[in-house]
Nanobody, 130 residues
Framework: EVQLQASGGGLVQAGGSLRLSCAAS????????IGWFRQAPGKEREGVSC????????YYADSVKGRFTISSDNAKNTVYLQMNSLKPEDTAVYYC???????????????????????WGQGTLVTVSS
């Protein structure tokens, strides 16, 4: 059974940092993408950052470029989202998800749409105080 476990959320002051982790298990595909998405109260789910497992291609939403970094440790089957210079508007529940139909290189064209991601983990809450 494929499972994704997100962790690392918490309360932080503006300007601070957090690192989210997404631990994956039960994967059998060699090529897939892992994405981080967030949803704030009253807002639609937003693609934050994604990474291709085999090609390492990354995507960042404009709102987080230069502040967030996505990385993967394939030996640990874990994807990380390092979040620096956090702002109150980053407050949201963060989810990680997997796209098992990912084609290497396609992220450059398609970005990180949530509709492509078919396996979701539970969310982890990030709260940034001003």
């Amino acid at each position: 059974e494929v499972q994704l476990q997100a962790s690392g959320g918490g309360l932080v002051q503006a300007g601070g940092s957090l690192r989210l982790s997404c631990a994956a298990s039960g994967f059998t595909d060699d090529s897939y993408a892992i994405g981080w998405f967030r949803q704030a109260p009253g807002k639609e789910r937003e693609g934050v950052s994604c990474i291709g497992s085999s090609d390492g291609t990354t995507y960042y939403a404009d709102s987080v470029k230069g502040r967030f970094t996505i990385s993967s440790d394939n030996a640990k089957n874990t994807v990380y989202l390092q979040m620096n210079s956090l702002k109150p508007e980053d407050t949201a529940v963060y989810y990680c998800a997997a796209d098992f139909d990912y084609q290497p290189g396609s992220m450059v064209v398609t970005g990180c749409p949530a509709i492509f991601y078919n396996t979701w983990g539970q969310g982890t809450l990030v709260t940034v105080s001003s």
